[in-house]
């Protein structure tokens, strides 16, 4: 039986870099992870046979983090108003 190789993904950045990041990078870097999985194959050729694109868990991983990135600034933002 042969399996997917694990990739590393040229995109991925660390928790640490993500939490440097302004709103507006962020944002941008949603918006470029998200047009590389609308572009990206579904399936691949992989051992003589179609299996899911292992590149696509990398990129939905980090669309992940994006967005839990982002829902923390906002929860931050909303908490600075409040207590004003």
Not at 53 to 81: D, T, Y
């Amino acid at each position: 039986m042969t399996y997917a190789p694990n990739l590393a993904a040229p995109v991925e950045e660390s928790t640490p870099q993500l939490a440097s990041m302004s709103i507006r990078e962020l944002i941008g870097a949603l918006s470029a992870t998200e047009d590389r999985l609308r572009q990206l194959p579904l399936l691949v050729p992989f051992g003589g046979r179609l299996i899911t694109n292992p590149e696509r868990r990398l990129l939905l991983r980090r669309q992940g983090m994006l967005i839990a990135s982002l829902r923390r600034r906002r929860a931050a933002l909303r908490a600075s108003v409040a207590s004003r």
